[in-house]
């Protein structure tokens, strides 16, 4: 390949970088074909370029539309190197191998995104000739190096600049992302059309449906697991395509060893717990489900009032703060089996205590201004529109369900007191504390808090009654006292008995959603009870 490997079409949306690049390729003895503005940028920077349409001998026609589909360009591109008929036959049409393409594409998905893109302009956004290039390339990868993500164009030029080629592994490995990279791409448009809602003027932005009747979803492996839930069980870990600013998978690990399939669940769980709060907070996780959840003036109280909750249960559990952790934190910790810790940042000495603990695994996740601002209250509309890099997905047989995330997010004056109590505001502050907890426990929820502190968790049960009395019995156990405490239950009381246990392990008030056939009897309940009771009008059941 080394002797063959001597032009290089280069034609791009994406220009980062493909000055220096064309210009290593040339100075390594390449001539360079272009198109349109990637022909009119080499050539203002000096770089040596030759359009495709002189190379052709055929222009550009149809506004752009029509300027590589040519024989020359995918005959140089798909001619197998090592077939003699095939270079022959390329010899007898005029046609010159093309041995690296450059190649990256109208920028689809980010134009479609835009609310206020008009039909008319996705659709031209919509490239042909550059995929047709890519796949012609990608398949005949053993004559053509092609190149789809400027990240790329440094190895590719040092290796030509080294040997004189691009090497097999390199040139297969680059053919792979290139057909992920198309396989994206078309998905993108596919998504796009069949979201539309009726038939979308050209001229406008068209209606959306809230969801597509196709999607694609594409994710890279992160890492191969040791193993899944269980140690019978294969798994690996997976990264959406798409950066979300403050997400879990964003993680940078700082210490310890290999994350394992539940440490990711349970981890993901405790970071979008503990980013739901505003001042300083900790969440502590186990087995999917808060055990304990704090807040205070600084990161070592708040995970103090979080520990107290259950400490049996915190037991090599993952603890995640929504602060950097300083060496306050890092000591309080270190008198307990830890799993994994979270944070946005640590300081020098907290890193330095967490080193002599090796089995604790570090994490360290950046809360951007997005997150930051989610932490701080604000929330996207509920029912937002279809967005891959944000959905919920439960796999089901043969199936998957799809849905918004429940990131719907309440304020004192959300609230619609039932009752002839009023909750007092330190009241109704722990109730909407509470609730953002219960929006993350495991259905059936109840949560007792009391003073930005979680004070027992009940989860997961068949009977919401069950819920109750477990969360009193975690409390009791903890030597904690419910008396005086608020308590939170995820979804309305079918029946008053689940209130009533609330207040006999002694809540003084309740938020819940409501919307039952007996919320009359239930609110009669509470009067009679003589307790404050207010409701949401929102449900966060999570299974």
């Known amino acids: ?140 990868h053993d004559g053509v190096a092609v190149v789809v993500d400027p990240s790329d164009y ?31 791409y078309d998905g993108a448009i596919s998504d796009y059309l069949s979201g539309l809602a009726g038939d979308p003027p050209a001229d406008a932005a068209p209606a959306r449906e809230p969801f597509p009747r196709r999607i694609t979803l594409q994710y890279e492996r992160v890492q191969a697991l040791r193993y899944g839930e269980n140690p019978h069980q294969a798994a690996a870990f997976y990264r959406g395509l798409e950066a979300v600013p403050g997400a879990f998978a964003s993680y940078r690990q700082l210490q310890g060893k290999e994350l394992s399939y539940n440490n990711i669940a349970d981890a993901d769980a405790a970071w979008e717990c503990v980013k739901r709060f505003a001042e300083p907070a900790c969440v502590i996780v186990k087995h999917a489900n808060p055990c304990g959840v704090g807040r205070a003036d600084e990161p070592v109280a708040a995970y103090r009032r979080a520990f107290a909750t259950d400490p049996t249960s915190a037991f090599g559990g993952i603890i995640a703060f929504n602060r950097p952790v300083d060496e306050k934190s890092a000591v309080a910790l270190g008198g307990q089996f830890v799993a994994v810790v979270i944070a946005p940042d640590y300081e020098r000495a907290a890193l330095e205590r967490f080193a002599a603990k090796a089995n604790i695994r570090v994490l360290r996740i950046e809360l951007p201004a997005a997150a930051a601002a989610a932490a701080a209250g604000a929330a996207g509309p509920a029912g937002a529109r279809y967005d891959p890099a944000r959905n919920d997905l439960k796999r089901v047989g ?34 909407l504390f509470a609730w953002d907890v219960a929006t993350f426990v495991k259905s059936n929820a109840i949560v007792f808090c009391r003073d930005g502190q979680t004070l027992g968790v009940g989860a997961g049960q068949m009977s919401r009654v069950d819920s109750s009395r477990i ?52 609110i ?20």
Do not use: W
């Open 471 to 522: 969360a009193a019995l975690k409390a009791a156990a903890a030597g904690l006292d419910l008396a005086g405490s608020v308590a939170a239950s995820d979804a309305f009381f079918p029946f008053r008995d689940g209130l009533d246990s609330l207040v006999d392990a002694g809540a003084v008030a309740v938020i819940q959603p409501g919307g039952s056939m007996r919320d009359d009897e239930v």
């Open 154 to 184: 440094e190895a590719v030029a040092a290796q030509i600049e080294a040997t004189g080629a691009v090497d097999a592994t390199t040139r297969r490995t680059l053919a792979a992302k290139v057909f992920a990279h198309t396989a994206r």
């Open 1 to 140: 390949m080394a002797s063959a490997t001597r032009r290089a079409l280069i034609s791009v949306s994406d220009k980062t970088d493909v000055v220096p690049f064309a210009r290593r390729l040339a100075a390594a003895g390449f001539e360079i074909l272009s198109t349109g503005g990637t022909a009119s940028a080499l050539s203002t920077a000096g770089v040596a370029v030759t359009e495709v349409s002189d190379y052709t001998g055929f222009p550009e026609m149809l506004d752009g539309r029509v300027k590589t589909l040519h024989p020359k360009v995918h005959g140089g591109l798909l001619a197998r190197r090592d077939s003699a008929a095939h270079q022959e036959a390329a010899r007898a049409a005029g046609i010159a191998m093309i041995d690296v393409l450059a190649v990256n594409l109208y920028p689809f998905t980010q134009t479609g995104a835009r609310p206020d893109c008009r039909f008319d302009e996705a659709i031209e956004n919509i490239d042909i000739g550059g995929p047709a290039m890519l796949r012609a390339a990608a398949k005949n």
């Open 398 to 431: 043969g199936g998957l369900l799809v849905q918004t995330p429940d990131d719907v997010r309440l304020a004192a004056t959300d609230l619609k007191v039932v009752t002839r109590r009023q909750p007092d505001p330190q009241q109704v502050a722990d109730l």
């Open 524 to 543: 009669a309940a509470a009067d009679e009870r003589e307790i404050a009771m207010v409701f949401t009008g929102v449900r966060h059941f999570r299974h």
